[in-house]
């Protein structure tokens, strides 16, 4: 007998390899979150979505600057191995 749809379903995730992220999808969260405070109605809400996207673009820059830091470290590693 062939495995179940759920069976298939686990396989499926564990042979898909993670989702890269990146600096950019840390800056849209961010966007998307001031969007929801230009939207919302509630004066509370929009301070909790415009804290939000402040903690998205302060995580988006750090990731930034390790990206830059790791993207240096390979090139020169590659300049050092030739």
């Known amino acids: 007998m062939g495995a179940t749809r759920d069976e298939s379903s686990k ?5 898909s390899s993670p989702a890269k992220m990146t600096s950019a999808d840390f800056r849209k969260r961010a966007r998307h979150y001031r969007f929801a ?14 804290g ?4 998205f673009d302060q995580i988006a ?9 790791l993207a240096n470290a390979t090139r ?3 300049v050092n191995s030739v």
């Open 11 to 15: 396989e499926q995730v564990k042979m």
């Open 37 to 50: 405070v230009a939207l919302t109605d509630t004066p509370r809400d929009a301070v909790t979505f415009d």
């Open 52 to 55: 939000l996207a402040a903690m």
């Open 61 to 69: 820059c750090r990731f930034r600057q390790a990206e830059m830091r």
């Open 76 to 78: 020169l590693a590659d």
